[in-house]
């Protein structure tokens, strides 16, 4: 097999133009939907979904509330993974590095494009806390609406990004009779070690 890219950016963003053009936005709303697995402090994996948000040769970036169960996990061990499946398009990316928080330059730009009730809702939410009551969170959002009323709202100081840096990525493509397609970008030193592998 040929191998189209030096380096798996450009790969990766070939790849994420086609599954945003052909996926059906029906079935398949969010394309940038990719799982993150972390390690809790005892070695335990702890995975979820989240959403892309940004990418580049720098790595690739969701937010969420740092004081939450995968912000906690990341601050205290960086090393996780992120992985994504489009199976109408037959494809699958796999990442493997460790995580840095974005600036808060960044964090901030990102946050200004939110819509005002998610914005609202990132102040409100104490995330993967027990909640005492139902409608606690409502009732929260509305007194956050209330503090932020007639005024852009700031982010809060406990919400921001994390930009996974890789240092392996996996592209793989299914193939007939479960002879797939497997290509791995290895970091190594300034560049990277491209290999096919076998199903």
Partial sequence: MT???????DRFAQIFARARAELPSG?????????????EPGGHPSNRIVLLK????????FYTNLEGRKGRELMDNPNCALCFHWPPIELQVRIEGHAEKVEDAEA???FATRA?????????????????RPGDLERRVAEF?????????PRPPNWSGFRVVP???????AGTNRLHDRTVY????EGWKVETIYP
């Avoid at 191998?3 to 950016?9: G, K, V």
């Avoid at 240092?167 to 493509?173: G, N």
């Fill in 54 to 61: 940004a990418f580049d040769e720098r790595g690739f970036v």
């Fill in 167 to 173: 240092e392996r990525i996996e592209f793989w493509h």
């Fill in 27 to 39: 079935c398949f709303p969010d394309p940038n939907a990719m799982s993150l697995a972390t390690v």
């Fill in 145 to 153: 609406d209330a503090r932020f009323d007639g005024e852009d709202v």
């Fill in 108 to 110: 901030d730009a990102y």
């Fill in 3 to 9: 191998i189209q890219f030096a380096e798996p950016f």
């Fill in 186 to 189: 290895q970091r190594d030193g």
């Fill in 116 to 132: 005002r009730l998610s914005q609202l809702g990132a102040w409100a939410s104490e995330q993967s806390r027990p909640m005492a």
